[in-house]
């Protein structure tokens, strides 16, 4: 693959086209429905910018849709109008999404899916970054592989099935462990102590699993069935803190099934 | 303080021993009630070993009591009868327990609470782990500190109150991050994908909140209100991970408090 084309210009679209472009894939064009920040990363990568889903040129080897997972249908939708649907290979980049809503739309469809949550403020290390790919077609499949190979270490053929769980997945380890992040920085902030007491611990959390097994690097009341402990901390959270008291308890007995408040 | 005495020989114990003896303070005797563990961390620390609390020496600047917190207040206890209960200097090292349960037996006494969960595995990077310290009386507190000071760049006071929700804190970005952490482990090895595909991701959600407030951070379907994603998993989950599902409601409705299921 030599040419691509980028449908969104997002932070998940900014980083894969900028990796893309340093891997030797052009980057011919860039689509969002904001010309300014088409324009911005089409600058980046030295490719057209449009703000006109009508606009987008046919030739490129992939095309790939990395907007919200609520416009992806609509888009490939408008972008079948554009290009040959029987020819053009079109991905996208959604954990959430099924690789069949292309379907309707695309003879050569598929997903390209970067496991990372991307930010501006940081640029990400492509080569750790697990690209998990699938196409209807074997050798779209292929293609996609030898591409992915192009900007990561890491590849993976996962179905629209295993994609799904692992955007659960992704939400627990992500989503919701920045939710207990935030959690102890109120419960700490309410007592006059900086977040950046918990910092090395929360990071040295991330790091055991790095090597380990999650379930081999457990420590705490809960797994020593050290229910006095447990107690004082949510009769603490009733008094002071009842929006975390059930969360605190339902992830006690994750631990501690047998525990009873 | 050039001398100090080491009461237990677990994780923390050890930890602690190591750097105090690289940063100049000698630990001249190592308490286990296992023989064979007391010997082991002595010889590391060239230090006297032993299994009985009446053999613990005076004339050490501290002794630190660093044993489960359910034997804090009973190895005091003991250790009032041997040492010089109004001289002594005595400290434990625990995130969940009030300085006060030492009041009963010593005069000196305080917390020097290095606030990282110790694994044996991985020597830790004492520079940047918190030290928690108070003391009963200002002088023994500002001996703690210059301690302190010794062995880490982050310092911090802290009393009885404020630890305690400190150790409330810990559990939620260190024992309920990883419990988040096994339980994603287990929905994506369900369908055969390998947590590997996640460690990037968990790691990266942990850096970003070195420099940033976890709340600035947060992403995923419960910020954005995107109830058709969270129905989605939660369906998922009640069918296929049934021990889950509360543990995802309640941590979506900290973020989004208006999501019914």
Redesign the interface.
């Known amino acids: 693959m030599q040419k691509a084309t980028l449908i969104g210009a997002g932070k998940l679209a900014h980083h894969l086209g900028l990796r893309l472009t340093q891997q030797g894939v052009a980057v011919n064009q860039v689509y969002s429905r904001t010309k300014k920040k088409a324009q911005q990363l089409a600058k980046l990568l030295k490719a057209k910018a449009t703000n006109h889903l009508e606009e987008i040129e046919s030739g490129a080897d992939l095309y790939i849709i990395a907007v919200s997972?609520?416009a992806i249908e609509i888009v490939a939708a408008e972008l079948a109008k554009t290009i040959d649907p029987s020819k053009a290979f079109v991905v996208h980049t959604s954990g959430?999404t099924l690789s069949l809503v292309l379907k309707p739309y695309f003879k050569h469809y598929g997903v390209f899916y970067p496991?990372?949550?991307f930010?501006m403020?940081?640029e990400?290390d492509f080569t750790?970054?697990?690209i998990?790919i699938d196409a209807h077609h074997k050798a779209d499949k292929n293609k996609l592989e030898v591409l992915a190979h192009r900007i990561s270490n890491?590849v993976?053929t996962?179905n629209d099935?295993?994609r799904?769980?692992?955007?659960?997945?992704?939400?627990?380890?992500?989503?919701?462990?920045?939710?207990?992040?935030?959690?102890?920085?109120e419960?700490?902030e309410?007592?006059?102590?900086p977040?950046?007491?918990?910092?090395?611990?929360?990071?040295?959390?991330?790091?055991?699993?790095?090597a380990?097994?999650?379930?081999d690097?457990?420590?705490?009341?809960?797994?020593r069935k050290?229910s006095?402990?447990i107690k004082?901390?949510l009769s603490?959270?009733k008094k002071e803190h009842p929006?975390?008291f059930?969360?605190?308890l339902?992830?006690t007995q994750?631990?501690y099934p047998d525990f009873k408040p």
Do not use: W
């Open positions: 997972d609520s959430a496991l990372q949550s930010s403020e940081k990400p750790n970054i697990p998990c890491k993976f996962i099935e295993q799904a769980v692992l955007h659960v997945a992704a939400v627990f380890v992500n989503n919701f462990t920045n939710v207990l992040y935030q959690s102890a920085a419960l700490v309410s007592k006059n102590i977040f950046d007491l918990l910092r090395p611990l929360l990071l040295e959390t991330a790091l055991k699993v790095q380990h097994q999650p379930k690097m457990q420590t705490g009341p809960a797994i050290d006095n402990t004082k901390h603490f959270l929006e975390l059930l969360v605190y339902q992830l994750l631990l």
